[in-house]
């Protein structure tokens, strides 16, 4: 549950429309049933039984959140399975990828030695319990920068079993006082494929360069989470699913989840972690290999 909350890195957000946006309640009828509800934005409150059956609904809910933490998946599906839908720096040289759990969540960490010579530092985080935040996929990489942040911040909203619902609030630029014309977020690919790529794109298209939706939706309409075969690239998934787990188990003890606010005074701009770096060669050489700053 998260109330007032002031995210830095993203200042053309007011108050006012981040208050509105998570206070929107958009829930199917099966959301509404006395066994499970998912009331509001940003204010995931599963209701059951006992902890296991709320964390079973999460779980089997489509797996778009998950994949916030799987980068692994960036290299797979988007690059040596469907090859052009991404450009730039991350479709460059060869990974090294680890995880981290944050004060709001999980994240990852991906590090790129480009082959122009500059080191690529990227973080996209999972802010528990469904907001999340991705860095521009398009880097190019090119130019040296510091801590460069996403454009949107977007929920993931369980509505039922077999659906989920997203969200985001974009910061788009103006241009001579009006929005700028063909820009696009920084979670677009370059291929014209979201939102929507089930109505624009023919079922081979889609079949031959999937995109998430495609690969999520492969997984049935509810994951069977015993035919998983998680490994040591499912760190991500795995840190995360825990961390539901472990914050299912302190509401059942009576205490408060991980993001909750209750003190007024506390009502302050809170630091995320996700962002895209570059260093140069120079400043990759003089810093350990894990560091961005």
Excluded at 51 to 80: G, R
Excluded at 89 to 103: F, H
Excluded at 240 to 250: D, Y
Aim: with cysteine.
């Amino acid at each position: 549950m998260v109330r007032q909350l002031k995210f830095e890195g993203n200042k053309a957000i007011t108050g006012e429309v981040l208050a509105s946006a998570i206070a929107t309640t958009n829930s199917s009828w099966f959301a509404r049933t006395f066994l499970f509800r998912w009331l509001g934005l940003g204010e995931n409150v599963g209701v059951g039984p006992t902890c296991d059956d709320v964390e079973q609904a999460f779980l089997t809910s489509p797996h778009h959140y998950e994949n916030i933490v799987d980068p692994w998946h960036l290299i797979m599906l988007h690059q040596a399975i469907s090859g052009d839908q991404f450009e730039g720096a991350l479709m460059q040289g060869a990974p090294r990828i680890g995880w981290d759990k944050t004060p709001l969540g999980v994240r990852y960490n991906l590090i790129k030695d480009l082959p122009n010579g500059n080191r690529m530092v990227r973080h996209a985080e999972c802010i528990v319990p469904n907001a999340f935040i991705i860095p521009s996929i398009r880097e190019p990489g090119t130019n040296p920068k510091r801590q460069e942040r996403g454009t949107e911040l977007s929920w993931a909203v369980p509505i039922d079993n077999e659906h989920v619902r997203g969200i985001s609030i974009v910061c788009w630029p103006l241009e001579n006082g009006k929005r700028k014309e063909g820009w696009k977020p920084g979670t677009d690919t370059v291929a014209d494929i979201r939102p929507g790529s089930s109505l624009v794109r023919s079922y081979e298209e889609r079949q031959r360069k999937p995109d998430d939706l495609e690969a999520q939706e492969g997984q049935r309409a509810i994951a069977i989470h015993a035919l998983e075969n998680l490994a040591h690239s499912d760190t991500g998934i795995v840190t995360l699913r825990r961390l539901l787990r472990e914050q299912l188990q302190r509401v059942e003890q009576g205490l408060d989840p991980i993001n909750v606010v209750r003190d007024p005074s506390a009502n302050k701009r809170i630091p995320t972690g996700a962002w895209n770096t570059i260093l140069s060669p120079a400043e990759a050489a003089a810093l350990p290999y894990s560091e961005d700053l």
